[in-house]
Every structure is written in structure tokens, then in C-alpha cells.
């Protein structure tokens, strides 16, 4: 090949220093310990902190008093470096699952001297979670990573990853790493999708076991079911007391019944938007009553 002439190259090199100019800065890495949260940037592959955690404190979640020590108790043991399970809660919409969560983590990092970070993951970005991995992996931090409403539809594949990560890949799961997801379905996977492979598979059984093998990963499993009216309405009273909201019992109750008829349902997320309604009509911000 000829060489170029000199007048080219310049021109040439003076296009390549401009582009050079042009192109974005590489993000500066995160310190993994200016937050006590962070949300995963899949598409620029960094952590983003968050200022403040839109949460509940523990004490306010009524109705799943099991659910809630089980898990505490796993992210205690995490957090002091001892073996803990990947965790799933799943279960009825409204129930408490990602609040407890965040609640549980909020208690814990209190108690752990802020040695234990929250991570959220969203299910769309789940196929780079080897990267996120890789940069957790040498902090002196505890994280979890959490994955809030995790599913699986259709032909979606990404569940393969997510199986390695949790337990079957070369690498493992690091040790200062645990994975916590909520889902409304038990094996995460749809039902369709399960028949699906069913039906196709040369050896139906196997294909099956493949897909819900996925749950299977997670040593904790926590299941949220539909709450009764005893249990909404303590849901209600507890936190009309926390937040210093001034109402008759009986009012308070009747009232609270009836919003459960115009939704249709009774859930823990429902008795939050009934109280968010009656703060709203007593001109009373929701912070904790001293």
C-alpha cells in the first residue's frame, strides 16, 4: 500500500484530535462508599448514588411479621459475613415485598455501622450483571442486590444468566454479594412460558425443571398472600398512630373499609393510600409522630 502523502495525513490526524476532542469524558468510577444505595447504570456501566431511599421504618410493616424476621435475620448474617441465602418473595401485589426490602436493609446498615449497601437492578438489565458483579467484587462493602418485580415472558433468555450468576457460574457469586427479588410469581417464570417448553421439548420433563430450576436458586423463599380485615385494619392503625393522624377509632375503621370497596382489595399498599388520603384532608404531613 502507498503511503499517504503528507498533506492527508495531516488532515487525517487534525480529524481524529477533534473527534478525540468531541467524545465524552469516561465517567469518573463511584465511590462505593459515598451511599448507602445505588441504582445500576447498565447502558454506561456505573453505580449512581441515591440520596434518600423512598422507604418505611420496619416497625410500620403489619401482617408480615414472619416474612419480615426471616429476612432480617438472613441480611444480618450476611452483614456480618456469615453464609446467607439469595432470597425471593413473591407472592400477592400490595403485600409489603419491596418495602420490606429496603426497610430490612435501612435496619441492618443501622446496625452494621453502614457496612451494607442496596443496589437496585432493573429486570431489563439483568443480562449485565457479570459487569456489576466485577466491580463489587473488591469492595470491602456488603451489598445487596436487589431486583424489584423480576419476570420472565416469551422467548426472554436472560434467565440462563441470571441462574450462572446466582449459583452455577465459573466465578460464582462473590461473598460480599447476596441477591434479593421480588415477584409475583412463584418460579418468576410464566406459566405459558413453562408450557411452551413443555410442549416442544423432546424430553418435556427436562425442559421444564430447566426453567423452574431458576427459583430454585434463591435458599430463601418468602411467600405474601392477600391480607384479611383484621390484619388491614391494623395495617391502617398502625400507621395513623406513627404519623400522629387525630381521628376517632371508629371513624378511622369505617373509613378504611370503605376505601377497600372503591379499590376492590385489601393490601398493605392499599391502607398506605387510604392514610396518604386522610393526612391529606387533616392538612398533616406524613413524618413520624415524636
Request: glycine residues 8%; aromatic residues 6%; proline residues 3%.
Amino acid at each position: 500500500m502507498a503511503d499517504l502523502d503528507p498533506t492527508r495525513l495531516q488532515l487525517l490526524t487534525r480529524i481524529a484530535d477533534a473527534l478525540e476532542r468531541l467524545a465524552p469524558p469516561q465517567p469518573a468510577p463511584t465511590d462505593l462508599a459515598s451511599a448507602d444505595a445505588f441504582t445500576w447504570d447498565a447502558e454506561h456501566g456505573r453505580l449512581l448514588p441515591v440520596a434518600a431511599v423512598s422507604r418505611v421504618d420496619l416497625v410500620l410493616l403489619q401482617g408480615i411479621q414472619l416474612q419480615r424476621d426471616l429476612l432480617l435475620e438472613n441480611t444480618r448474617r450476611f452483614a456480618r459475613g456469615l453464609p446467607a441465602n439469595n432470597a425471593l418473595l413473591w407472592g400477592s401485589r400490595g403485600m409489603g415485598k419491596s418495602s420490606l426490602v429496603k426497610s430490612v436493609h435501612a435496619a441492618v446498615n443501622g446496625e452494621a455501622g453502614g457496612i451494607l449497601a442496596l443496589v437496585e437492578i432493573h429486570r431489563e438489565d439483568i443480562g449485565s450483571l457479570p459487569r456489576l458483579l466485577h466491580l463489587l467484587r473488591a469492595s470491602t462493602r456488603r451489598f445487596i442486590l436487589f431486583c424489584d418485580d423480576l419476570s420472565f415472558d416469551g422467548q426472554d433468555a436472560s434467565y440462563k444468566s441470571l441462574k450462572a450468576i446466582l449459583e452455577g457460574g465459573i466465578e460464582g457469586r462473590p461473598e460480599n454479594v447476596v441477591f434479593y427479588a421480588t415477584s409475583n410469581r412463584r418460579h418468576i417464570l410464566a406459566r405459558e412460558m413453562i408450557e411452551n417448553e413443555r410442549s416442544t421439548a423432546i424430553i418435556a420433563g427436562e425442559a421444564v425443571e430447566e426453567k423452574v430450576s431458576l427459583s430454585d436458586r434463591f435458599g430463601l423463599w418468602l411467600g405474601f398472600h392477600g391480607c384479611n380485615q383484621d390484619t388491614y385494619l391494623e395495617m391502617v392503625e398502625g400507621y395513623a398512630a406513627a404519623f400522629g393522624l387525630e381521628i376517632a377509632p371508629e371513624t378511622l375503621r369505617a373509613e378504611a373499609l370503605e376505601w377497600t370497596i372503591t379499590r376492590g382489595s385489601r393490601s398493605g399498599r392499599v391502607a398506605w393510600q387510604y392514610i396518604q388520603d386522610l393526612a391529606g384532608r387533616l392538612g398533616k404531613r406524613l413524618e413520624a409522630a415524636t
